[in-house]
């Protein structure tokens, strides 16, 4: 590879000073504080700030690759794929008709791209960190989770219109809780939380008490959210987990496993049906029209298709101010939106078909290699995260905010270190 080769040349250039340099022989440290730092900052910060430590870990990065001896690139079939999105992204950017709106939503996109390059080189030269990392997630889980029970029980107020109360009794209204991310908004704390729920799986043994109160206070805390995309989300990480289970136990064990397992289920409709207000939110998923929610998103879901049939080859340019400022020409009157409430139509109208295909077989041949690899707690962990978050994004585009991004950025690259390096 061309690149490598020129990695070479400068790293024999440099040597000298990498052999007398402290600061570069130690260049990982601060790589991996700055690492940590985007994960505590996301449950606190706003998301410039929380951008900031992903760039200082994407230069230091840069610093290490072109003076650290041996440092070279390494293309897996699915770093190609997403390697293909991004030249497609730059090719939708270069052709927007809003070409300096769509320029910053690029710049995220690189960061996020960066970030992910940040934690492969990080975390094959440091393995025995991977498990901290899922602490710290689950450190910010056991904060986030206290405040939304703090939340929940002092009824805090909404925001903006977060529920449907128009046909609801007062008694069907659930206060919803949104945590401390920013901005605030109980569908961004919802996907939060169920891309880290996955962290209690991969806490070392000796911390099983903190994860087994861990996972169920972060369940509770999805359910307080009322975000309904969570919700089903939530249905599929705990479908995976409970499969991947019985097809690990002894034959012994599965039948009392089963049993374990059909009576939390029973459990759990058992306090659906008892409570009215978590009922009528579940139940509001399969009112289609009949939900204001549901209705404004198929409103959006229609428009976005239209602005997709006129720019399905390259898309309109990344971003979310170039998408508000397109999308007024093709929304219905009063449905206006700061996204297309789907992760792969936003992706199809902003980068075009091709972005979107190249996307779809990144996770493909990501999730496939993962699947292989399950014995590993850490990979187990990372993919029923990446899942969750995929399903979550056909209803929402929360997967686009920096907490979520990250997050998810976070498990791809422990799913490809291990996979690939293993």
Not at 37 to 45: G, P, Q, R, T
Not at 233 to 247: A, N, W
Not at 253 to 265: E, H
Request: glycine share 6%; charged share 15%.
């Amino acid at each position: 590879m061309l690149l490598n080769n020129l990695l070479f040349v400068l790293q024999n250039l440099l040597k000298p000073i990498y052999d007398k340099s402290f600061f570069l022989k130690t260049i990982d440290w601060f790589i991996g504080l700055n690492i940590f730092l985007v994960i505590f900052m996301s449950a606190i910060a706003q998301s410039d700030f929380i951008g900031y430590f992903a760039i200082f870990a994407i230069l230091l990065t840069a610093i290490k690759l072109v003076t650290k001896p041996g440092e070279k690139f390494e293309l897996t079939l699915s770093d190609k794929f997403i390697l293909l999105y991004f030249i497609f992204v730059i090719i939708s950017v270069a052709g927007s008709s809003l070409f300096y709106l769509s320029l910053k939503g690029f710049f995220k996109t690189l960061t996020y791209l960066g970030f992910y390059v940040s934690l492969i080189h990080y975390f094959k030269d440091n393995k025995d960190k991977i498990k901290y990392i899922f602490i710290a997630y689950a450190l910010c889980l056991s904060y986030e989770i206290t405040v939304a029970f703090l939340q929940n029980f002092s009824s805090v107020g909404e925001i903006s219109g977060w529920q449907d109360t128009s046909r609801l009794n007062p008694e069907e209204v659930m206060t919803r809780v949104y945590g401390t991310l920013k901005p605030y908004n109980p569908n961004l704390f919802g996907g939060y939380l169920l891309a880290l729920l996955p962290s209690f799986i991969a806490l070392p043994k000796k911390l099983r008490i903190w994860s087994i109160i861990g996972a169920v206070g972060t369940i509770i805390a999805i359910v307080m959210t009322a975000c309904r995309g969570s919700y089903i989300g939530l249905f599929f990480e705990l479908i995976i987990l409970v499969l991947v289970t019985y097809k690990k136990l002894k034959p012994a064990y599965k039948k009392a496993f089963l049993t374990f397992s059909a009576i939390l289920f029973s459990v759990a409709t058992f306090i659906v049906f008892s409570l009215s207000a978590l009922r009528s939110r579940i139940f509001s998923i399969f009112a289609m029209r009949g939900d204001s929610s549901n209705s404004f998103r198929f409103n959006v879901y229609h428009s976005c298709i239209d602005m997709f049939k006129d720019n399905w080859l390259l898309g309109i340019g990344v971003g979310n101010q170039n998408f508000r400022e397109i999308y007024g020409l093709y929304m219905k009157t009063g449905f206006d939106a700061l996204s297309a409430y789907n992760i792969y139509l936003e992706i199809a109208v902003e980068s075009g078909i091709f972005a979107l295909i190249s996307f779809v077989c990144f996770l493909a041949v990501l999730i496939k290699n993962a699947m292989k690899n399950l014995n590993s707690v850490y990979v187990l962990a990372a993919t029923i995260s990446i899942i969750g978050i995929l399903i979550h994004g056909i209803v929402d585009t929360v997967f686009f905010r920096p907490q979520i991004q990250f997050a998810f950025w976070t498990m791809v690259g422990i799913i490809r270190v291990i996979c690939y390096t293993a």
